[in-house]
T-cell receptor, first 109, second 112 residues
Framework: GQNIDQPTEMTATEGAIVQINCTYQ??????LFWYQQHAGEAPTFLSY????GLEEKGRFSSFLSRSKGYSYLLLKELQMKDSASYLCAVRDQGYKLSFGAGTTVTVRA | KAGVTQTPRYLIKTRGQQVTLSCSPISGHRSVSWYQQTPGQGLQFLFE???????NKGNFPGRFSGRQFSNSRSEMNVSTLELGDSALYLC???????????FGPGTRLLVL
């Protein structure tokens, strides 16, 4: 099974940087995903890591360390529209996705 | 390309009734997964279908069932509804199980 932990809430100022950590314990690892979910909407795909290292995509970057069971999502140059819930999801070797509880990020002016 | 569509978007039922939700995947996608999202439990995996076969199943009671048709459209059914079944039901599709999943807008079910 999977055990996925991420902080419940984070608050940051517009223009700042926020790092959302995710730790996991899994019986078989086959990739880690980050999704963004605005209130009342569906999750949208942000990033995917399967090998160790940093993946950068515009203002968003995601890092993975498989040996430590650790990932983070880095949001740079925060904008008000980045206020949302960020979901860490781990895929097992059967391609089943398990989600963390999500981190609610509030961006303040 | 059109995204994942789900119908209906909102639904109100009473305890003991049954409900059927529908999901149409992105064109060309053959894998469909279903999730239940509640404030207390977060996103919980229900089941996954690929080429009309159930590949994976989560830890939900047998009241929750699903199927997939030859055109990859999928339905999930919940029988004998309970108050605790009130949730947002999300469907996600991918080309095949190895690929990234893309979510539909969800069906919000309220059980009274």
């Amino acid at each position: 099974g999977q055990n996925i932990d991420q902080p419940t809430e984070m608050t940051a100022t517009e223009g700042a940087i926020v790092q959302i950590n995710c730790t996991y314990q899994t019986s078989g690892f086959n990739g880690l995903f980050w999704y963004q979910q605005h209130a009342g909407e569906a999750p949208t795909f942000l990033s995917y890591n399967v090998l160790d290292g940093l993946e950068e995509k515009g203002r968003f970057s995601s890092f993975l360390s498989r040996s430590k069971g650790y990932s983070y999502l880095l949001l740079k140059e925060l904008q008000m529209k980045d206020s949302a819930s960020y979901l860490c999801a781990v895929r097992d070797q059967g391609y089943k996705l398990s989600f963390g509880a999500g981190t609610t990020v509030t961006v303040r002016a | 390309k059109a995204g994942v569509t789900q119908t209906p978007r909102y639904l109100i039922k009473t305890r003991g009734q049954q409900v059927t939700l529908s999901c149409s995947p992105i064109s060309g996608h053959r894998s469909v997964s279903w999730y239940q999202q509640t404030p207390g439990q977060g996103l919980q995996f229900l089941f996954e279908y690929f080429s009309e076969t159930q590949r994976n199943k989560g830890n939900f009671p047998g009241r929750f069932s699903g199927r997939q048709f030859s055109n990859s459209r999928s339905e999930m059914n919940v029988s004998t509804l309970e108050l605790g079944d009130s949730a947002l039901y999300l469907c996600a599709s991918s080309g095949d199980p190895q690929e990234t999943q893309y979510f539909g807008p969800g069906t919000r079910l309220l059980v009274l």
